[in-house]
């Protein structure tokens, strides 16, 4: 076990609707990042937070927005679903100082389908 | 940026022979180098990582070599086992940016 935690497990939703994907981090990490694995894929990075703020971002539109709260839990939100925004999602928290980063650990993840 | 390229995308080997997987990185800052394990609707896991600083890491079964000349770097599994069988990753990172993942391994270890 890593300490991550993700729900939902799995989730359906139709095209152009709203969804909320939520992680808890492990204990005593202040960074949490999100990534799409798409089938057959590696992840693919979404963005990351660190201490409330998101201080990187891959190539997904502005649609994708996250938040994360004192605590170190976080959510991905996504608008305006598409089709292929059918999924595995995985958020990975980690601890962060300066240059210094730990070794990142990932959650079972959110699988998200489309219709 | 970086662009970490893995081979090969499947790998079939006899329960208790060798599984050797590689992986190529563009960026030659990158500095941070993990191995995931993936298994069937689960969420990657970390089975072993090395720095930099080093060129070898063992851990009981499970090795990584990495070659910062070449950019490249290799996961070991010796004495493989059926439970083995699962999809590998291979990542890069330069210091706290995100980690740039190849496209994966499927390990198939046949009892």
């Known amino acids: 076990e890593t300490g991550v935690t993700q729900s939902p497990t799995h989730l359906i939703k139709t095209r152009g609707q709203q969804v909320t994907l939520r992680c808890s981090s492990q204990s005593g990490h202040n960074t949490v990042s999100w990534y799409q694995q798409a089938l057959g894929q590696g992840p693919q990075f979404i963005f990351q937070y660190y201490r409330e703020e998101e201080n990187g971002r891959g190539n997904f539109p502005p649609r994708f927005s996250g938040l994360q709260f004192p605590n170190y839990s976080s959510e991905l939100n996504v608008n305006a679903l598409e089709l292929d925004d059918s999924a595995l999602y995985l958020c990975?928290?980690?601890?962060?100082?300066?240059?210094?980063?730990?070794?990142?650990?990932f959650g079972p993840g959110t699988r998200l389908t489309v219709l | 940026g970086e662009n970490v390229e893995q081979h090969p995308s499947t790998l079939s080997v006899q329960e208790g022979d060798s599984a050797v997987i590689k992986c190529t990185y563009s960026d030659s800052a990158s500095n941070y180098f993990p191995w995931y394990k993936q298994e069937l609707g689960k969420g990657p896991q970390l089975i072993i990582d090395i720095r930099s600083n080093v060129g070898e890491k063992k851990d009981q079964r499970i090795a990584v070599t990495l070659n910062k000349t070449a950019k490249h770097f290799s996961l070991h599994i010796t004495e493989t086992q059926p439970e083995d069988s699962a999809v590998y990753f291979c990542?890069?990172?330069?210091?706290?940016?995100?980690?740039?993942f190849g496209k994966g391994t499927r390990l198939s270890v046949i009892a």
């Open positions: 990542a890069a990172r330069e210091g706290n940016t995100p980690l740039v």
């Open positions: 990975a928290s980690v601890y962060s100082e300066g240059l210094v980063t730990d070794t990142q650990y």
